[in-house]
T-cell receptor, first 110, second 118 residues
Framework: LAKTTQPISMDSYEGQEVNITCSHN???????ITWYQQFPSQGPRFIIQ???TKVTNEVASLFIPADRKSSTLSLPRVSLSDTAVYYC???????????FGGGTRLMVKP | GAVVSQHPSWVICKSGTSVKIECRSL??????MFWYRQFPKQSLMLMAT?????????EQGVEKDKFLINHASLTLSTLTVTSAHPEDSSFYIC??????????????FGPGTRLTVL
């Protein structure tokens, strides 16, 4: 299973764009990259998923370089409610098992 | 979107008693369900993987006789913490995937169950 490395924490201010980068050097060919958001005492919530290049949805963008050894979650114009832990995971179709790394604790300040 | 529920959302029990936690997929059939445990300020740790109608696969270090998992139907999996002790106090989260075809199936997470053992 591909191991992921993320910054432990990040601080930002309301209205700013936040980019969280995740390293996954041993990602396998059939692995997808998925980001989850977790608030205290809640289950993780799916944010975005991608395989390569760029993916954008209504809440975030995901940038994946050609070598796929890293990925960057981009949150445009964050608000206080975006304060949460963000997890980057890589997984393929081998039982769909997810291994959670340490995650990045994002603190958005007013 | 796919919804996964858990019951109860929190439970307090005495040491030595058993506690059952239910995980249900409300609007889809879950071929595989996963159980995680999360201690305060820590990441989620996978405990076991269960497929409907078969025995669960436990991660290394997880006692299968202590954490009984039953996945009797495509919409329900249960985790029973037997003879609970204070060190079992944690946040238990389940997730489920559906038979959607393709190469990757998204996991849908439940809201979690807070277990406190006195």
């Amino acid at each position: 299973l591909a191991k992921t490395t993320q910054p432990i924490s990040m601080d930002s201010y309301e209205g700013q764009e936040v980019n969280i980068t995740c390293s996954h050097n041993n990602i396998a060919t059939n692995d997808y990259i998925t980001w989850y958001q977790q608030f205290p005492s809640q289950g993780p919530r799916f944010i975005i998923q991608g395989y390569k290049t760029k993916v954008t949805n209504e809440v975030a963008s995901l940038f994946i370089p050609a070598d796929r050894k890293s990925s960057t979650l981009s949150l445009p114009r964050v608000s206080l409610s975006d304060t949460a832990v963000y997890y980057c995971l890589v997984a393929g179709d081998a039982g769909n098992m997810l291994t959670f790394g340490g995650g990045t604790r994002l603190m958005v300040k007013p | 979107g796919a919804v996964v529920s858990q019951h109860p959302s929190w439970v307090i029990c005495k040491s030595g008693t058993s506690v059952k936690i239910e995980c249900r997929s409300l609007d889809f059939q879950a071929t595989t369900m996963f159980w995680y445990r999360q201690f305060p300020k820590q990441s989620l740790m996978l405990m076991a993987t269960s497929n409907e109608g078969s025995k669960a696969t436990y991660e290394q270090g997880v006692e299968k006789d202590k954490f009984l998992i039953n996945h009797a139907s495509l919409t329900l999996s249960t985790l029973t913490v037997t003879s609970a002790h204070p060190e079992d106090s944690s946040f238990y989260i389940c997730s489920a995937t559906e038979e959607a075809g393709g190469t990757y199936n998204e996991q849908f997470f439940g809201p979690g169950t807070r277990l406190t053992v006195l």
